[in-house]
T-cell receptor
Framework: GAGVSQSPRYKVAKRGQDVALRCDPI?????LFWYQQALGQGPEFLTY????????KSGLPSDRFFAERPEGSVSTLKIQRTQQEDSAVYLC??????????????FGEGSWLTVV | RKEVEQDPGPFNVPEGATVAFNCTYS??????FFWYRQDCRKEPKLLMS???SGNEDGRFTAQLNRASQYISLLIRDSKLSDSATYLC??????????FGQGTELSVKP
């Protein structure tokens, strides 16, 4: 399809396990965002890429969280040594232009992570 | 204090009712404002942008008061299909989107 694609859609991880979540943005989109959404809460900003450059990672909750976008297209969010509080939906979004006010961003359906 | 605050609800209303959602934001430098809609177990989708002069899209009216840092969404003649969570969104530092926690709406027959 032409939308933002995320995989896996659902992931159950044992506490302490490492996980990797993949995002395929809309082709040609410059900006890519990761958000974390806990149950009953709104999405919380994690990090932002402009092409391959990670320009803002202020929302990453700990050094266990790492994101990359090496070729400016597909992005991976990696969580090391998962904890129960990491259980959430991880949403990826992309935007055609550089991050600025007013740009429309498009979300993927999210990767649902449950840490047991 | 969260940067964007909303009443979490839920709002339970009958079909045809008018319902209003309120939102306040703390960053006076915010430039753009939106309402997003999120259906259960789905991604957020843009409902409408919010302009200083107020704007309307069919049954939906959005208003912004920059002085009070307050945003509202009014839904008239509510439909069953309006049942969803409504997220108030503002832009912050460099344009990234900051979401409120969402207000859940349930429209009953």
């Amino acid at each position: 399809g032409a939308g933002v694609s995320q995989s896996p859609r659902y992931k159950v991880a044992k506490r302490g396990q490492d996980v990797a979540l993949r995002c395929d943005p809309i082709s040609g989109h410059v900006s890519l965002f990761w958000y974390q959404q806990a149950l009953g809460q709104g999405p919380e900003f994690l990090t932002y890429f402009q092409n391959e450059a990670q320009l803002d990672k202020s929302g990453l909750p700990s050094d266990r969280f790492f994101a990359e976008r090496p070729e400016g297209s597909v992005s991976t969010l990696k969580i090391q040594r998962t904890q129960q509080e990491d259980s959430a939906v991880y949403l990826c979004a992309s935007s055609e232009k550089r991050q600025r006010s007013g740009n429309t961003i498009y979300f993927g359906e999210g990767s649902w992570l449950t840490v047991v | 204090r969260k940067e964007v605050e909303q009443d979490p609800g839920p709002f339970n209303v009958p079909e045809g009712a008018t319902v209003a959602f309120n939102c306040t934001y703390s960053n006076s430098a915010s430039q753009s404002f939106f309402w997003y809609r999120q259906d259960c177990r789905k991604e957020p989708k843009l409902l409408m942008s919010v302009y200083s002069s107020g704007n309307e899209d069919g049954r939906f009216t959005a208003q912004l008061n920059r002085a009070s840092q307050y945003i509202s969404l009014l839904i008239r003649d509510s439909k069953l299909s309006d049942s969803a969570t409504y997220l108030c969104v503002v832009t912050s530092d460099g344009g990234k989107l900051i979401f409120g926690q969402g207000t859940e709406l349930s429209v009953k027959p």
